[in-house]
T-cell receptor, first 109, second 116 residues
Framework: GQNIDQPTEMTATEGAIVQINCTYQ??????LFWYQQHAGEAPTFLSY??LDGLEEKGRFSSFLSRSKGYSYLLLKELQMKDSASYLC??????????WGAGTKLIIKP | GAVVSQHPSWVICKSGTSVKIECRSL??????MFWYRQFPKQSLMLMAT?????????EQGVEKDKFLINHASLTLSTLTVTSAHPEDSSFYIC????????????FGNGTRLTVT
């Protein structure tokens, strides 16, 4: 079956750096997305990786290793507003989006 | 950037009534829209894929006669929850991609449905 794993919850300190990992096993691969979802709101797009390597976008970076079925989202200079759930989603060979359960990130002052 | 508008943001209805939720792509055409359901502290669950001009594709376990989807134009899809029951209370979110299959999804703001 298709499976995406990411930690349920993480805690980090304001101003610090946090890495949220995502491992996947899917039938085919057409890219990996990271979305941010604040409580009670809809998800918003953060990043898309389809080739191996690191994509940097401001304080957020996303890394992909297709051979390892692994990605991470790196958040730098954490701010209180970064407290949210972070969803990893993989586009399989049929272009179906497979969602992880999300990682709840708690930022402490 | 691409914007998806969803209406209403929240609705309270009585058990047995029907509720219609609209999803519009405001600045792009969407031949395909997706309807998700999300329970508290859980991830998104795809309910159905809405295809413009044809029947929606429902995920396993989702009752197509209960959750009616209409995608009459390239910018509008509607989800009607028929004969709603308290267990249908949830957060419903629509989304669409502006572009190719690997374009990121743009989500509506979601509709919080409470059935009393």
């Amino acid at each position: 079956g298709q499976n995406i794993d990411q930690p349920t919850e993480m805690t980090a300190t304001e101003g610090a750096i946090v890495q949220i990992n995502c491992t996947y096993q899917t039938s085919g691969f057409n890219g990996l997305f990271w979305y941010q979802q604040h409580a009670g709101e809809a998800p918003t797009f953060l990043s898309y990786n389809v080739l191996d390597g690191l994509e940097e976008k401001g304080r957020f970076s996303s890394f992909l290793s297709r051979s390892k079925g692994y990605s991470y989202l790196l958040l730098k200079e954490l701010q209180m507003k970064d407290s949210a759930s972070y969803l990893c989603a993989v586009l399989d060979s049929n272009y179906q989006l497979i969602w992880g359960a999300g990682t709840k990130l708690i930022i402490k002052p | 950037g691409a914007v998806v508008s969803q209406h209403p943001s929240w609705v309270i209805c009585k058990s047995g009534t029907s509720v219609k939720i609209e999803c519009r792509s405001l600045d792009f055409q969407a031949t395909t829209m997706f309807w998700y359901r999300q329970f508290p502290k859980q991830s998104l669950m795809l309910m159905a894929t809405s295809n413009e001009g044809s029947k929606a594709t429902y995920e396993q376990g989702v009752e197509k006669d209960k959750f009616l989807i209409n995608h009459a134009s390239l910018t509008l899809s509607t989800l009607t929850v028929t004969s709603a029951h308290p267990e249908d209370s949830s957060f419903y979110i629509c989304s669409a991609a502006a572009g190719t299959d690997n374009s990121p999804l743009h989500f509506g703001n979601g509709t919080r449905l409470t059935v009393t």
